[in-house]
């Protein structure tokens, strides 16, 4: 079946580290993404892995991916108040149709 | 800003009513996917066009339907609108056709009275 799955809230301090995770179903997926959604806004790409990758690094953001487990995470470094959005999680489906399938969305907040 | 056009940002209509809503995708991108968003489902694939074609359909009713035309803009029909309807409506267009980056527009978001 083709399903993402996330947490539906996350809450960190200032200044710590962020991690939103995601489970996928499909195991023919080629790429996996992270979005983000600030409030009254359209969703913004933030990065996105191919499935032969195992990490990737941008900036303060880290992506992992366990293609055994089908696991997938965002790990935020020094989270900031403008960090505060809804990240979406989804993979691309190839092996029959060209879909892109999006997770519930975790609501990231943030603590001073 | 994106790139992507999205019209109109905000529509009321009633229920049994039909809509469309309409989509410029980012010059040179050639696939365009629709998706709603309502608070307790997410982000629902509906349907995804490349350059004219349908490539992918996901949980789209029977009561809509899209197509992508030859200047490549695409227009989402929702018809005998139904109050469980009301949702954001997004628009994405990636110059892939399959996978790639999708680039958002900002949504039309339809209430249904």
């Known amino acids: 079946g083709e399903d993402v799955e996330q947490s539906l809230f996350l809450s960190v301090r200032e200044g710590d580290s962020s991690v939103i995770n995601c489970t996928y179903t499909?195991?023919?997926?080629?790429?996996l993404y992270w979005y983000k959604q600030e409030p009254g806004a359209g969703l913004q790409l933030l990065t996105y892995i191919f499935s032969n990758m195992d990490m990737k690094q941008d900036q303060r953001l880290t992506v992992l991916l366990n293609k055994k487990d089908k696991h997938l995470s965002l790990r935020i470094a020094d989270t900031q108040t403008g960090d505060s959005a809804i990240y979406f999680c989804a993979e691309s489906i190839d092996s029959s149709a060209s879909k892109i399938i999006f997770g519930s969305g975790t609501r990231l907040s943030i603590r001073p | 800003d994106s790139g992507v056009t999205q019209t109109p940002k905000h529509l009321i209509t009633a229920t049994g009513q039909r809509v469309t809503l309409r989509c410029s995708p980012r010059s040179g991108d050639l696939s365009v996917y629709w998706y709603q968003q309502s608070l307790d489902q997410g982000l629902q694939f509906l349907i995804h066009?490349?350059?004219?074609?349908?490539?992918a359909k996901g949980n789209i009713l029977e009561r809509f339907s899209a197509q992508q035309f030859p200047d490549l803009h695409s227009e989402l029909n929702l018809s005998s609108l139904e109050l469980g309807d009301s949702a954001l409506y997004f628009c994405a267009s990636s110059v892939k056709s399959r996978g790639g980056e999708l680039f958002f527009g900002e949504g039309s978001r339809l209430t249904v009275l």
């Open positions: 066009y490349y350059n004219g074609e349908e490539r």
């Open positions: 499909d195991s023919s997926s080629t790429y």
